[in-house]
């Protein structure tokens, strides 16, 4: 799933015209980066959610078959936050973890071929994975960017934390159990951060650290030097 409901306030003029997904990074809409790349690992399933301008994320992507994917859509109207986003579009998932990505962060390298194993309860030889069966969800993290200095979450040994000394940024990649929104009812607004924290606090939410290029587009300024000229 891909989240593409924002408003983009920040992004103004340029998302009065234009959803934010669809803005353009070094020659083609940040949400083709995730979707080529997700095609790239082999899932072609995608659902994305939309609000402002949603018409135009529909017009431009229709079914996905220009890029060897089904997309299908998932309408709000108003946008109803990440976990309120998912709970929505729960009817197009099954009962198995999938992946979501934020639409507006510019990752151009992540490797989503990663990601099809984590959760899962049995290993390729059939075998369980008990350590597996604890997490409701695996995040991904990268390293502080400068809106962000004191990060979101901590890690140790692969189980994320709410405290700790060194704290990381949440990339907006995670991979999660649809059984973690069972709380949210369809049609409701309900922001992911206060569900991540409740589960970080049980010690059911798994992750990792993602080292490459990485970048949350939230401003102009950042869109701009994502576009500049490279030297």
Known sequence: ????????????????????????????PLIVWHILNLVKAGITDIIINHAHLGHMIEDTLQDGSQFGARIVYSP???ALETAGGIAKARHLLDETPFVAIAGDIFCPYFDYSQVIDVLQDEDVW???HPENERDMAWLYLVKNPAHNPNGDFALHNFSIANTGEQRHTFSGIGVYRPAMFDSVKAGDSAKLAPLLRTFADQGKIGGELYGGDWTDVGTVERLNQLNAPIR
């Open 1 to 28: 799933m891909i989240f593409a409901a924002g408003r983009g306030e920040r992004m103004r003029p340029l998302t009065d015209t234009c959803p934010k997904p669809l803005l353009n990074v070094r020659g083609r």
């Open 76 to 78: 709000e109207g108003t």
């Open 126 to 128: 059939g075998k369980p």
